[in-house]
């Protein structure tokens, strides 16, 4: 099978294929066997009048007691009497009685005739053998020994018809088979794959269906599908209701679980702080960082229950203009420019998780930077295919962060200056969010003299 493997791997290829190639074997068979058939009938009646001529040859040919062949031969066929057509006749004497000898008009010269030891008579007294013509044409002659008379005189008769012509004949018939059912099977062949088109045109609506499924424009599939397919739009519409039901129930198990944790944490910091003291504030920083991990693993909890989830999609370009007017906004002593294409890119998750993940590296590069900050937002080609990822780079002005350094700084609650208000958590949460969505995050050195950060997350 490995050598077939270079083949497209479509349904409708194999189909039409197959059928076709099936189609073209069968033509060729037919067209075999029907120019057989014609060959054989042909023969069989070029040899049935060959042997009509010769007794009618016969009947008309006798001797006169000097030992004179006479007779007036009329076979009824014109092309007896015009030279060189390839079909004569000739009456030969055998025994030394006889003395002279008959040809048709259209027999120029003589043919040369076989002897006995060459070719034998059957037991009729016949044979029958190819010859060249005195035209140069192919003849068959069938020849016969004839005792004429009760003097044992014995004559040679021979009727000869032009094999050239009968093979002529089958050639141009073989062609306009040929071509007549090379006809036949290219219309027979385009209405085979047009029917197969036909036929398999549900598949292609399922497919669609799916797309505008994976594009969050459906939920399910709909449509009249043929009796072989709905199964399979049933089950599928199937687990796309239990895969719902699964994403509902996590959100709302997730739901529960912040709103139970929300209230004591609440009356731990609100203590900590009436506390007072080394005490308290020992108190309130825990329950804060308690808050923070909660809402960590919270965050990257619905990242794994959207990324399962079907019909999740989210516009990248509006996002990012959001969250550039709403940054600027709260940073006005900093230059924000985005750089983004004018065609739509598409998030293949929640907005949610992409304003977290722009949110915390924004915040970053506005913390560190010095006055500029870039965003570019740019799609991303797989070996060379349509583009299925996209990147997002946010660059700064700032210090930077030396490479030996950049893997710690994605660590969690890992900061490397604590000069700098912030928790250490949101390089981490942008990592994990990340990475749930199967893509990358990487810290470089910016063209601006700070930081680089890229993101390359999955598009629609």
Do not use: C
């Not at 073989?174 to 099977?185: H, M, N, P, T």
């Amino acid at each position: 099978m490995a050598r077939f493997s270079h083949l497209p791997r479509t349904l409708t290829f194999r189909v039409v294929a197959f059928s076709s190639i099936w189609a073209m074997i069968a033509l060729v068979v037919i067209a075999t066997v029907i120019s057989t058939l014609f060959r054989q009938v042909s023969e069989r009646g070029f040899d049935n009048v060959l042997s009509a001529h010769l007794f009618n040859l016969i009947a008309s040919v006798s001797a006169t007691e000097e030992g004179m062949l006479v007779g007036s031969p009329n076979l009824g066929d014109l092309r007896f009497s015009e030279p060189l057509s390839g079909w004569y006749w000739s009456v030969e004497p055998v025994s030394p009685a006889l003395r002279n000898q008959l040809h048709s008009p259209s027999l120029v010269t003589p043919v040369r005739s076989p002897s006995t030891a060459d070719m034998a008579f059957d037991r009729n007294f016949q044979r029958k053998y190819l010859e060249e013509g005195p035209g140069g044409e192919q003849i068959e002659v069938l020849e016969a020994e004839i005792v004429l008379d009760q003097l044992d005189r014995i004559a040679r008769f021979r009727v000869m018809g032009n094999r050239s012509e009968l093979e002529q004949e089958i050639s141009d018939f073989s062609g306009r088979l040929y071509a007549y059912l090379g006809i036949f099977g290219v219309g027979m062949i385009a209405i085979n794959v047009f029917a197969i088109l036909i036929a398999l045109k549900p598949l292609g609506s399922i497919r669609r269906a799916l797309a505008n499924i994976r594009a969050g424009t459906a939920e399910r599939l709909s449509g009249p599908f043929p009796a072989e397919i709905a199964p399979l739009a049933e089950e599928t519409n199937a687990l796309i209701e239990s895969n719902r039901r699964i994403i509902e129930r996590a959100r709302t198990q997730v739901g529960n679980l912040a709103h139970s944790l929300k209230t004591p944490l609440a009356v731990l910091m609100n203590e900590g702080r009436s506390l007072g003291g080394e005490q308290g504030a020992l108190i309130t920083a825990h329950a804060e960082a308690m808050q923070k991990q909660i809402d960590h693993y919270l965050q990257r909890a619905r990242a794994v229950a959207q990324r399962s989830t079907l019909a999740t999609r989210s516009s990248v370009n509006q996002t990012l203009a959001r969250m550039g007017r709403v940054t600027e906004k709260l940073n006005p002593d900093k230059m924000l420019e985005l750089q983004m294409p004018e065609a739509e890119v598409t998030f293949v998750g929640e907005r949610e998780d992409l304003e977290e993940i722009t949110g915390n590296l924004l915040e970053n590069a506005m913390k560190w930077a010095d006055r500029k900050v870039v965003l570019t937002l740019q799609p991303v080609e797989v070996n060379g295919a349509d583009p299925r990822r996209f990147r997002i780079a946010i660059e700064d002005d700032g210090p930077g962060i030396p490479e030996d350094q950049a893997r710690q700084a994605l660590k969690r609650g890992r900061r490397l200056d604590e000069s700098k208000p912030g928790t250490g958590l949101g390089l981490a949460i942008v990592a994990d969010l990340v990475k749930e969505y199967g893509g990358t995050l990487a810290l470089e050195r910016s063209r601006l003299g700070g930081l680089r950060a890229e993101v390359v997350l999955p598009a629609a």
